[in-house]
């Protein structure tokens, strides 16, 4: 079992910066990849940016350029710097892990956190 806990969000006008927090408890030890997705009021929930326990990133085109993920594996913890934020950015924002195959490859997620950025 794997708990995500989420911190960060808020309310910030366009072209504001935010920075999320993700932390990691339970068998952190069975985690490979992290992530973070958002979900719109009516749409469906999207990748937003993901780091592997080495270090590799990848984003949604949405995201490149104006948001960094991080990830401290002695603190357990995963990081989303957004900068230059759009009022198309807010959504609910949701850490995610999914485990080493030999764990059984599950993806686990947080509760969310609620990022309103205002034009």
């Known amino acids: 079992q794997v708990q995500l806990v989420e911190s960060g969000g808020g309310l910030v006008q366009a072209g504001g910066s935010l920075r999320l927090s993700c932390a990691a408890s339970g068998n952190i030890f069975s985690i490979n990849d992290m992530g973070w997705y958002r979900q719109a009021p009516g749409k469906q929930r999207e990748s937003v940016a993901m780091?592997?326990?080495?270090?590799?990133?990848n984003y949604a085109d949405s995201a490149k350029g104006r948001f960094t993920i991080s990830r401290d594996n002695d603190k357990n913890m995963v990081y989303l710097q957004m900068n230059s934020l759009k009022p198309e950015d807010t959504a609910v924002y949701y850490c995610n892990a999914v485990l080493y195959r030999a764990y059984g490859g599950l993806g686990y997620w947080g509760q969310g956190t609620q990022v309103t950025v205002s034009s």
């Open positions: 780091i592997t326990r080495g270090g590799r990133t």
